[in-house]
């Protein structure tokens, strides 16, 4: 049986038919801010290999902060296609530097987001408040079968799971500034002489 189901995958590739993928990536509309500043961070998706009408289905996920100190979240987006009326109210809510409960589904009753263009998630706002790095990794919601999901066109169309790792984010940077620097140095210089 086995044997039958990898022949008839490697037949499908062979005859032409695109590999199904998705990809989740999390970007930042800067590379660093001042100490107060805010930077936008936003959440998109794309796919490929998937039928016409196929749109993405379904997100549970957490967004979980590789450090904490450097930037905080200040509010979060709602998802823009999602059904809050069918029990999904998908927002997410800030927690220090992390977004929980981005528990998001699209429905065939709603017009489909496809995969001709990058497929906006949600959007959620930062500020800086330490010095550092930050990026973010995808955790799957509490409940959530799997992290994210694409579905074709037709209702009878069962979903295709995907799990976090087609997540990827870019690093922000939290630089001093030069101000600090400065108070650093001379803050270790004379750390040293009371050394001594």
Do not use: E
Request: net charge negative; hydrophobic share 45%.
């Amino acid at each position: 049986m086995k044997r039958a189901v990898l022949v008839t995958v490697l037949g499908g590739l062979a005859s032409g038919v695109t590999a199904q993928s998705l990809s989740v990536h999390l970007s930042f509309d800067a590379t660093d801010s001042v100490i107060g500043g805010i930077v936008t961070a936003s959440v998109s998706a794309s796919f490929t290999g998937q039928p016409d009408g196929a749109y993405l289905s379904s997100v549970g996920i957490d967004l979980i902060a590789s450090s904490t100190g450097v930037y905080d979240v200040v509010d979060v987006a709602p998802v823009a296609w999602n059904n809050a009326g069918l029990g999904f109210d998908g927002q997410g809510v800030g927690s220090g530097s992390d977004v929980l409960g981005i528990n998001a589904s699209q429905f065939s009753l709603i017009p489909p987001v496809t995969a001709g263009s990058p497929i906006l998630i949600t959007t959620f706002r930062l500020i800086r408040v330490g010095s550092g790095t930050i990026s973010y990794q995808a955790g799957v919601v509490d409940g959530a079968p799997f992290a994210f999901s694409v579905t074709g066109a037709a209702f009878s169309d069962q979903p295709v799971p995907y799990g976090v790792d087609v997540f990827t984010s870019d690093t922000l940077n939290g630089t001093p500034t030069p101000g600090a620097l400065g108070m650093l140095g001379v803050c270790g210089l004379l750390a040293g002489r009371r050394r001594r």
